[in-house]
């Protein structure tokens, strides 16, 4: 039987956040007819594996912690059972599923087709798709966007190491392991060892070095490596690790190591590599539409998503570029706008500039504009002033000392006219404060401008109108 073929505007490969809002602002406001592909459950990694069940299970460790805190307030609450993972696990599953259907219904209502099944380019319009029953259909495409976002890294290449699982696996754990090790240091492996911490399985941390995010400013490295190590975090600096085997009990393993303190072997039930993401471009045929791509295997796009192929765009994490749900929805929206939405959206683009970012560690930090050190190397020392608070939230009021977690804020500020360009805060609360205050570092806001503000107290966050 010969492929079915189909004719479109807009073909849009990959089935996230940000494809999905491109597709549907060019079909939904702008009448163009577009198809989207997609060969997984369609919201992409942040809806299934990444931010949506991740935030849920943050949830959850947030309540545990909120029930020991409790106490301090003169709460008498028992726990008569553990933790229920398999109740919640199934739950939380239950609602990423109902959100796979809204996104269905909504692509239905913008007049999206939808066919689920892989892409494969044949040339800069032709797109062959293999759908699930094995059968094929032909696209031809005026344009076409890539938007196959990522994948959790390959883990390193030690003896073993497949035994682990990566942060899509972390989702399908049908038990909360007793003892976990997580590899990595950035968002996915800091985020996740903070919630397993909270819910009670011992938890320890390999980095390479000896502070965790380090792409983040050096006071939000510093306070959260240390709030961890205070809540219980075993963290394992400087560490490397060089072999894993199956332990001596049913579905244990022994992992082998090296960190700070020398050589050790550490007898675990899960193991969980956090080591980065690469792009989703396997069997993309890219090569074919002659599309250029990084030496990582991004895509390479300019200030407005084009690649180096005329009718050919991509957004999202398959740029490695700012690899946030947000972003790629703003992006593709943007996007969009320029092709389909007229003259007056010719210069339609997402600035990349001052784009706000939380990671939901314990406790939160969250971060906009440039780093200290950044700022002090774009500008000069002389042309940068920072303002600092340090302080204690009036939650922990009630608390004893050991048992209250920091809150430190940081501004950087830029000449004469103290132009905001960073804002750093770690502290309860600081993904919702962040978002608040982020409009006002992308208004260009200067100190002055925040000080002129009257503070809301009792707030944590009246310190960012206050500090001297």
């Known amino acids: ?21 491109s597709g549907r602002r060019a079909s939904g406001q702008h009448g163009a007819k577009v ?31 909120a029930i020991h805190e409790s106490k301090s307030y003169g ?8 933790f229920d993972w398999t109740t919640f696990v199934y739950k939380r599953a239950a609602y990423v599923k109902r959100l796979n259907g809204i996104y269905a219904s909504n692509l239905e209502k913008d007049h999206v087709e939808y066919i689920h099944g892989r892409a494969h380019m044949l040339n800069n319009h032709e797109v062959e798709v293999v759908l699930n029953d094995g059968s ?76 965790f995010l380090r792409t983040f400013d050096p006071m939000i490295q510093d306070v959260s490596t240390a709030e961890y190590e205070r809540l219980g975090v075993i963290i394992h600096k400087n560490s490397t690790q060089t072999k ?10 022994k992992l082998h190591y090296k960190d700070f303190n020398g050589e050790g072997v550490l007898d675990i039930d899960c193991l969980l590599w956090g080591i980065g993401r690469a792009p989703e471009v396997e069997d993309l045929g890219l090569e074919k539409a002659g599309v250029k791509q990084g030496p990582k295997g991004h895509v390479i796009v300019d200030d407005y998503q084009n690649t180096n192929v005329e009718n ?19 992006a593709g929206r943007q996007l969009a706008n320029r092709l389909f939405g007229g003259p007056q959206f010719s210069n339609a683009h997402l600035n990349y500039s001052n784009i706000p970012s939380v990671v939901f560690a314990h406790p939160e930090a969250g971060t906009i504009g440039l780093t200290e050190p950044a700022a002090r190397e774009k500008y000069g020392d002389e042309n940068i002033k ?23 804020y940081k501004i950087v500020c830029q000449g004469e006219e103290e132009k905001v360009v960073g804002m750093h805060i770690i502290g309860r609360g600081s993904a919702e404060i962040l978002q608040g205050f982020g409009v006002a570092v992308k ?8 000080d002129s503000c009257v503070a809301i107290h009792p707030t944590a966050a009246e310190e960012l109108v206050t500090m001297k």
């Open 244 to 253: 894993v085997e199956k332990g001596d009990k049913e579905g244990w393993l």
């Open 1 to 21: 039987m010969a492929p079915i073929r189909k004719e479109c505007d807009y073909l849009v490969i990959g089935g996230g956040s940000g494809g999905l809002a």
């Open 75 to 82: 709460f008498s609450v028992k726990e008569t059972a553990p």
């Open 443 to 450: 208004m260009g806001a200067r100190k002055r401008d925040l």
């Open 386 to 408: 920072v303002y600092y608070s340090a302080f204690t939230d009036m939650y922990y009021s009630m608390m004893e000392a050991r048992d209250k977690a920091p809150t430190r």
């Open 136 to 211: 094929k259909e032909t696209i031809n495409a005026k344009k076409i966007l890539v938007a196959t976002g990522g994948h959790p890294a390959p883990p390193p290449g030690i003896p073993g190491s497949e035994l682990g699982i990566n942060s899509d696996g972390f989702f399908e754990l049908e038990k909360q392991p007793k003892k976990i090790a997580l590899v990595g240091a950035g968002y996915i492996a800091v985020e996740m060892a903070g919630m397993m911490n909270a819910l009670g399985s011992e938890t320890h941390l390999f980095i390479r070095h000896d502070k």
């Open 35 to 65: 198809i989207a592909i997609e060969s997984n459950r369609l919201g992409g990694t942040c809806v299934n594996v990444g931010c949506v069940p991740k935030k849920v299970t943050w949830n959850a460790a947030a309540l545990a912690e």
């Open 312 to 330: 050919i765009y991509a957004i999202g994490d398959v740029c490695g570029k700012a690899e946030l749900t947000p972003v790629a929805i703003a």
